[in-house]
């Protein structure tokens, strides 16, 4: 296993644990890194990009010569569990009956002897055979079989509509990632809602004109003059980018009403 501890420009520090040997530590560290960032996303996009909405309700036939998990395994494999519990349990009776027969030995006129109970040795030969009966029900058990076998008739859901909304979900989730880093800069508790400043700034209502090659963009002001004075420090930065409408030559000016842009 390795270390390696990741130091943040703040001086946090981020421990990691792995047994990969062929990758650096700085490609460990970014690996990790990129984890955390999905896991995330499956989060957040869970809770407010409705990742696991239905977008289309047509479906196909599955492929019924697709190998799948064999249900019937997995309860092979819960029996093999019971039974190795059962021999456990044997076994501790047999070391209690032998305790009880070494207390007997000890009790006057007994002649130093004593029999062990046999019917803690039965209870274990039994377990024995029950866990060998499972072991091999489960060697016997397939661990997969065709789709068709275990679920008749599966269907799935249209496919390409679905990977296409998931690509418009994670272009939103990373437009919205770097608005999020850029409003932090204007907003004392950037750090804990700027997520949730910029879904209250994507649902602000505004005005678009055009004037000479520009596109203007005037959004109302948000519920609170912070949040508002935020926004407008974001819509000052991104004019500033000289950003042009797609597929046209305007450039897009952002602005808040009643807002100067500055924090």
Request: with cysteine; proline share 6%.
């Amino acid at each position: 296993m390795r270390l390696i501890v990741r130091r943040s420009p703040d001086g946090h520090q981020t421990p990691i644990l792995t047994n990969r040997t062929d990758l650096t530590a700085a490609q460990v560290a970014y690996r990790m890194g990129t984890r955390w960032r999905r896991e995330n996303y499956f989060k957040y996009a869970r809770e407010h990009f409705a990742l696991d909405a239905l977008d289309s309700y047509a479906d196909h036939p599955d492929d019924p010569d697709r190998l799948v998990p064999n249900p019937a395994k997995a309860r092979a494999l819960t029996q093999v569990g019971a039974a190795r519990g059962n021999v456990e349990d044997a076994e501790a009776g047999v070391c209690g009956a032998i305790e009880e027969a070494e207390v007997r030995a000890r009790r006057p006129g007994s002649g130093g002897k004593a029999t062990v109970d046999p019917a803690a040795e039965t209870a274990l030969s039994a377990a024995e055979d029950d866990l060998a009966a499972a072991k091999a029900a489960s060697r016997a058990t397939p661990s997969h079989l065709p789709l068709g076998q275990v679920r008749p008739g599966s269907r799935l859901l249209e496919t390409e509509r679905k990977l296409l909304t998931h690509a418009i979900r994670m272009s939103a989730y990373n437009t919205e990632s770097a608005l999020a880093r850029l409003i932090r800069l204007h907003y004392a508790r950037g750090h804990d809602e700027a997520r949730a400043l910029m879904r209250e700034a994507f649902t602000l209502p505004g005005d678009l004109e055009i004037i000479g090659s520009t596109l203007h963009v005037r959004l109302d002001p948000g519920l609170a003059p912070r949040c508002s004075r935020a926004i407008a420090a974001l819509c000052v930065e991104l004019t500033d980018t000289q950003t042009r409408y797609p597929g046209t030559d305007l450039t897009i000016a952002y602005i808040v009403k009643n807002h100067t842009g500055t924090a």
